[in-house]
């Protein structure tokens, strides 16, 4: 077991040797930059099936049957198609969005079941992944999940396949990982049920007044995340009839997570002035979060909070999957139903969904 190992680290650090001789001539492109195109497919209906990526094209010889998730966003997708997920990065255990794995409580139960291992937290580790010995890595491009540091080392063990999802819908990239896997029909059914979760809701709901400011609210005081139209939440939002709130053209995002197409990072004096929507939608909140937003003194006059339009749609709402986003649908449907009678009774009998 320990020579193993010792073999393993022997391997990697060759690898690394290998990456830093050849200098940045095929290296990844950086993570700031443009969103990748979208995944195409040759020679779909057989294998071996060829991907062409932001990497460029990919080859498989068969469909893969020892898949490692280093996005724990994208683990959630790949449940979803019943995928042949063996291991996964996690975050950070024990949270109010994470299960004691680190896996995400939308779909945590999930994945025990179906024996998916969380092979790190936090940081990517190289050698755990390749210890999995997978036949197809897939990792993010963007985001705190983004193992893209890795890329030219993992792919000197296994295929990598990365891919965007800071501009992509869950259904885009179920699609993405359908053809990629061999899983279309599993990937084409999820999706035509979940839309018809959408169809249904949207025929009982009430909208609020519009625009929508949708966001991820620090209460460190560090600012806000503005979920941008282009964002999968943005695109679930828009399904249902709401117009998403944009900030004013002087209002400029901020740069410290990187160029993201997902969100305008908002801070200081820009905060108020990005939140112009008449109301305002919290994601990864409870009921906790809209009363200390509204003890904001700083964000007092803006529309929605002058008037008490501030709503939460769940703590697991900040990575949309096909879990997540069946929970905001229902939450959703509670906070607008088609004839408003207890807005409140839904505030205050929401739960958490595990």
Known sequence: MLRNRFLLLLISFCACLLIACSGDRDGPPDASAQSSPSLTIQNASTWPRTLVTSQGELTLEQAPQRIVSTSVTLTGVLLAIDAPVVASGASSANTEVADEQGFFRQWGDVARQRGVRPIYQGAPDAEAIIAEQPDLIVMARTGGDSALALYEQLSLFAPVLVLNYDDKSWQELASALGAATGREQQAQAVIEEFNAQVASVKTRLQLPPQPVSALVYYEDGSGANLWTPDSAQGQLLQALGFE??????????????????????????????????????LFSADESSVRRINQDKFLAHTPAILSNRVYAVGLDTFRLDYYSASNLLQRLASLFPETPTAVADANSSFMNRP
């Open 244 to 281: 998403i709130a944009t900030p004013p053209s002087h209002v400029q995002g901020g740069t410290l997570q990187g160029e993201r197409k997902d969100i305008v990072q908002l801070a200081g004096e820009n905060l108020s002035d990005g939140l112009q929507g008449r109301t305002m939608l």
